[in-house]
């Protein structure tokens, strides 16, 4: 299955998924996804499940299921837009409270027997230097903390180019 989380407004993102796409989940802002409380009810009260009830509680389960995630976020300071960020805090049920040492860095274990493909595709017209190794920074940290095969980071000027990318 592969995943688009992005952060596109419904009347941009329209049109890019035509015809048959295979198994395909998108994950967009419609409004209704809440804050991660960090009250880890996702470890503790219903293992592997967000608590929170807002139709956003099993994204760690959509992961789990997914043999590549592509992200389309703009590009803020280096970093994913507060909706992805906020999808990113929300999916923490895909890894498990407890702890193990790789490489001297200390991270969750995985709760599934389960790697993907991680593509982050940011977008803006002014996105600098020092932004793009920032934003490769993160997407390389958040490829190892989720387990993934492998990270690819694209930047783009324009919507236009990230569709033709992505698709």
């Known amino acids: 299955m592969k995943m ?4 596109l407004q419904q009347q941009e993102f329209e049109g890019w998924i035509n015809g048959e796409q295979g198994e395909l989940t998108v994950i967009s802002d419609n409004g209704t996804i809440r804050q991660c409380m960090g009250c880890f009810g996702c470890w503790t009260r219903t293992p592997g499940v967000c608590v ?3 139709g956003y509680h099993n994204l760690g389960e959509l992961l789990s299921k997914s043999g590549e995630v592509v992200i389309i976020s703009e590009c803020m300071y280096g970093s994913y ?3 992805i960020l906020n999808v990113l805090n929300r999916s923490i049920s895909y890894v498990l409270p407890y702890f193990v040492t790789r490489n001297g860095e200390t991270h969750h274990r995985s709760r599934y027997d389960h790697q993907f493909v991680l593509s ?3 977008y803006g017209g002014d996105i600098t230097g020092a932004e793009q190794e920032t934003a490769r920074t993160l997407v390389a940290a958040n ?5 993934s095969l492998e990270n690819n980071v694209y930047f783009h000027n324009n919507l236009q180019s990230v569709k033709e990318a992505v698709l």
């Open 52 to 54: 929170i009830k807002d």
């Open 120 to 122: 982050v595709h940011f």
């Open 81 to 83: 837009s507060p909706f």
């Open 143 to 147: 490829s190892v903390n989720l387990y």
């Open 4 to 7: 688009i989380v992005h952060d």
